[in-house]
């Protein structure tokens, strides 16, 4: 059954700006799933806008300001929005729900990679990147997530090494400018597949302006995120906070492994917070999970993120 807000019960009950979305679920989160454990850190919960699917129940996707309020009623206290979406509806929204923007995503890193061999599709991922940044400024944002490169067949490691590096460097007086860092993600994009490396690509900038964004899930496949981390360290400007599980994965297939809730996967979440103790990080989790739908599955995600915080 799909989970719907109906909009007429949106709008008087935002108008007495208290939302109780009972309309959301026919289902009821249990009583010992709402008990949050004590925060052992100060990390604050966020999610990636993206990953948001919220409806009313005429399936009309809900608007910017709608989703905040759903957002900051299921627990959450900022959002990582895409770039390029419209400044003034997500400023209004931020400032009305009272929401922290940690970071912002680059909308054009995946259809105009800065590898891509055609240049004019590197100038189009290089412009992405610039709106993005300008956006996080606005915003208020520390960082721009950005995937750097995808290696095909077409495309050589070498050369999206080089080419990525290249665009980057084009951007950096904005970043500068701006103070608002690229943080480079890593993804499934056959890139900067060790640590070691990845802390390479980012030290050959020689700039205060190229950071990480560390996404624990997308490494639990081939490698522990832990090690990472202590690799990383002070690079680190964000978390993607994701569950990964090599069991599902070996049985289903890769892709699989990502759909399990958290704690219910392979990711070591004491050993990840230890490390993240460890390096002194103290910022942002952002969630990147499925769940995204209904305000019953929203608080199941940020019920997970307290339990993983205070692991």
């Not at 249990?30 to 919960?45: C, E, F, I, V």
């Not at 994009?189 to 980012?202: D, G, K, M, T, W």
């Not at 990472?228 to 070996?250: C, D, P």
């Not at 809730?261 to 490390?275: C, I, R």
């Amino acid at each position: 059954m799909k989970d719907h807000l109906n909009r007429r019960d949106f709008l008087k009950l935002s108008g007495s700006g208290v939302l109780a979305f009972s309309t959301l679920s026919s289902r009821t989160v249990n009583a010992a799933d709402q008990a949050s454990p004590a925060k052992k850190r100060s990390l604050k919960k966020a999610i990636m806008f993206g990953t948001v699917r919220l409806k009313d129940s005429n399936d009309r996707e809900l608007s910017v300001l709608e989703k905040f309020k759903v957002l900051k009623e299921a627990g959450f206290e900022g959002v990582e929005p895409n770039g390029g979406m419209n400044q003034d509806e997500v400023l209004k929204a931020r400032d009305e729900v009272g929401f922290g923007i940690p970071s912002v995503c680059c909308h054009t890193h995946w259809g105009r990679p800065l590898s891509d061999p055609n240049p004019a599709y590197r100038e189009q991922g290089l412009e992405g990147l610039k709106i993005s940044l300008r956006d996080a400024k606005r915003y208020g944002a520390s960082s721009v997530l950005l995937v750097p490169a995808v290696v095909t067949k077409n495309v050589s490691y070498a050369d999206a090494y080089q080419r990525s590096q290249t665009e980057i460097r084009k951007a950096l007086p904005l970043a500068e400018e701006l103070g608002v860092k690229i943080a480079i993600e890593n993804v499934w994009n056959r890139f900067l597949l060790s640590p070691l490396e990845a802390a390479r690509y980012v030290d050959e900038f020689n700039s205060p302006w190229v950071a990480w964004h560390f996404d624990i899930g997308n490494v639990v496949k081939d490698c522990w995120p832990e090690h990472w981390i202590r690799v990383m360290g002070k690079r680190i400007q964000q978390l993607h906070i994701k569950e990964y599980s090599v069991t599902k994965a070996n049985k289903e297939g890769p892709g699989a492994g990502f759909n399990v809730p958290f704690l219910e996967g392979t990711n070591d979440w004491p050993d990840v917070m230890k490390a993240l103790d460890d390096i002194g990080y103290k910022g942002w989790g952002i969630a990147e999970q499925g769940g995204g739908s209904s305000l019953e599955g929203l608080k199941k995600l940020t019920q997970g993120m307290d339990r993983i915080f205070a692991s």
